[in-house]
């Protein structure tokens, strides 16, 4: 257990309305990601940090932006949510080489 | 930039049946390996990993990998598999760009369990 907690768990929420989830680590890790998991996509980078204030965009970043302003915690946020970041969001750090998941957070932008 | 194939979407064993997924990547030098497991409405949890040495490793729940340079594959592997081993199956490659670490997965492999 790599001491890596999401909230909240599950969100509804409405188009056009911002999002921000919570990843929380209590191990002093410097390195933490966000994915995101859809169906047939694996499970693909949205942003990742590796120190406070240090951020830098994955692979699928766009209406995404996160913010690191405490070593413990890494915030997702959705500037305007849309029916296509309807997924599951994963939050993960880096312990030496190997990364450790939180439990995911399921949103559905209706 | 790195990749991470795994060509089989679904799988389907027999309980008791041997098991190997297959995992390809594409990379210059030898990349950190890693397998994970996800149950359904789970996260992510760590199989096993390769780093450097005994091409052969062991994991949890009884899996094993092997890392095969010359094919550029990790293909997981079970003597016998459990009902409790339905889930989905990622396997990953980590490399270093512009000095950040980024992990890149497989899209997954689907292991259906039938009794």
């Known amino acids: 257990d790599a001491g890596i907690t999401q909230s909240p768990r599950h969100k509804v929420t409405e188009t056009g309305t911002p999002v921000t989830l919570r990843c929380h680590q209590t191990e002093n890790h410097r390195y933490m990601y966000w994915y995101r998991q859809d169906p047939g996509h694996g499970l693909r980078l949205i942003h990742y940090s590796y120190g406070v204030k240090d951020t830098d965009k994955g692979e699928v970043s766009d209406g995404y932006s996160v913010s690191r302003s405490k070593t413990e915690d890494f915030l997702l946020t959705l500037e305007s949510a849309t029916s296509s970041q309807t997924s599951v969001y994963f939050c993960?750090?880096?312990?030496?080489?190997?990364?450790?998941f939180g439990p995911g957070t399921r949103l559905l932008v209706l | 930039a790195q990749s991470v194939t795994q060509p089989d979407i679904h799988i389907t064993v027999s309980e008791g049946a041997s098991l190997e997924l297959r995992c390809n990547y594409s990379y210059g030098a030898t990349p950190y390996l890693f397998w994970y497991v996800q149950s359904p409405g789970q996260g992510l949890q760590l199989l096993l990993k390769?780093?450097?040495?005994?091409?052969l490793v062991q994991g949890i729940k009884g899996f094993e990998a092997e890392f095969k340079r010359s094919q550029s594959s990790f293909n997981l592997r079970k003597p016998s598999v459990h009902w409790s081993d339905a889930a989905e199956y990622f396997c990953?490659?980590?490399?270093?760009?512009?000095?950040?670490?980024?992990?890149?997965f497989g899209r997954g492999t689907s292991l259906i369990v039938h009794p």
């Open positions: 993960a750090i880096r312990e030496y080489e190997t990364q450790y």
């Open positions: 390769y780093f450097s040495g005994d091409t």
């Open positions: 990953a490659v980590g490399t270093t760009s512009g000095g950040s670490y980024i992990p890149t």
